[in-house]
């Protein structure tokens, strides 16, 4: 009865999280048509609610182009990997029931997003596009750049409070929040979480103006669709990690919610507001710069609690 429990718990997080990903985007056309000064959309249905899902119903509904030199299984295989990561690591939510209590959470999250890596250049290599094959290369050096600096962030949370689970990371700020406590971890995870998701200014793996669409470039109606529904995944999940580890609280507090809501206004809004990088500055960032402070970071917190 406890598995069935969880198993429907997680099914109905799922949808939610589909359905989340649908008003996510309509609240990124809305936040980034009033920072360009424009309407955004305001069609389909009472102030464009229906949108999303207008949207989802053209692209499922057009035609798959698939190229003739392209290898097809995982042209078509890659997408739907990429989805199914980006809810996979939605099972180490502590949710307040029904979930699993992961111990080593925090080892799941960084082996699954690990794997991340590997739809992206599938989808670049089986698409037969040199524009997508350099997306892809530039996305898995960008992600695995980043992903060492997380590692060294999530290594100092875990040494501070002695834990490698979600759930006592959480309850360990019910006094103060963690984002007081590591106050420059913080804006080294916030960074990096841009990059790992390729979010602007970050985006190097879509770079329109050199790349057409980058790693996606070949990718129409469900493909497109898949990998877009996974990037918006992974950003509500980001920013629900970046709640738990600096902002505290548990599933159960209303609040918690909207600090999950308001960090992923944060993602919208540095998309309405800052330049894209040089790629060149972009791993000068992440291995001159990011690496350096999150290892004497490390050091610091494993001299003071040893």
């Known amino acids: 009865m406890e598995l069935i429990v969880q198993i429907l718990g997680y099914l109905v997080l799922v949808l939610m999280v589909l359905v989340s990903v649908a008003f996510v985007t309509l609240m990124e056309q809305k936040i980034l048509g009033c920072v360009q000064i424009r309407i955004g959309p305001n069609k389909s249905g009472y102030w464009g609610l229906f949108q999303p899902f207008a949207d989802a119903i053209k692209l499922f509904n057009k035609e798959t182009g698939i190229l003739r030199d392209s290898s097809v299984s995982l042209f078509l ?100 929040w963690g984002g007081l406590v590591f106050i420059p971890l913080s804006f080294i995870w916030l960074a990096s979480s841009l990059a790992e998701t390729n979010r602007t200014p970050y985006d190097f793996a879509e770079g329109e103006s050199e790349l057409v669409s980058g790693f996606n470039t070949e990718y129409s109606a469900g493909g497109f669709t898949l990998i877009f529904m996974a990037e918006y995944t992974s950003i509500i999940f980001m920013s629900l990690i970046f709640s738990i580890l ?33 790629y060149d500055k972009l791993m000068y960032l992440a291995w001159k710069s990011f690496l350096p402070v999150s290892l004497m970071l490390f050091i610091v917190y494993l001299s003071v609690l040893l």
């Not at 670049?124 to 750049?145: D, E, F, H």
């Not at 949370?157 to 103060?176: H, L, M, Y």
């Not at 209303?254 to 330049?275: A, E, N, Q, Y």
């Open 77 to 176: 295989v890659a997408p739907m990997m990429s989805l199914g990561l980006a809810l996979g690591l939605w099972i180490v939510e502590p949710m307040s029931f029904g979930g699993l209590d992961f111990s080593l959470g925090v080892l799941f999250f960084i082996c699954i997003s690990g794997l991340g890596v590997y739809p992206l250049l599938i989808s670049g290599w089986a698409s037969n596009c040199k524009y997508s094959i350099m997306g892809s290369l530039r996305a898995v050096a960008q992600m695995v750049s980043y992903e060492v600096s997380l590692a060294m962030i999530l290594l100092c949370i875990v040494w501070v409070v002695g834990s490698f689970s979600f759930n006592k990371i959480s309850s360990c700020q019910s006094i103060v």
């Open 246 to 278: 600096f902002l505290g609280g548990s599933m159960s507090e209303i609040l918690f919610t909207f600090k999950v809501i308001g960090m992923v206004f944060v993602w919208v809004w540095i998309r309405g507001s800052v330049p894209r990088f040089r």
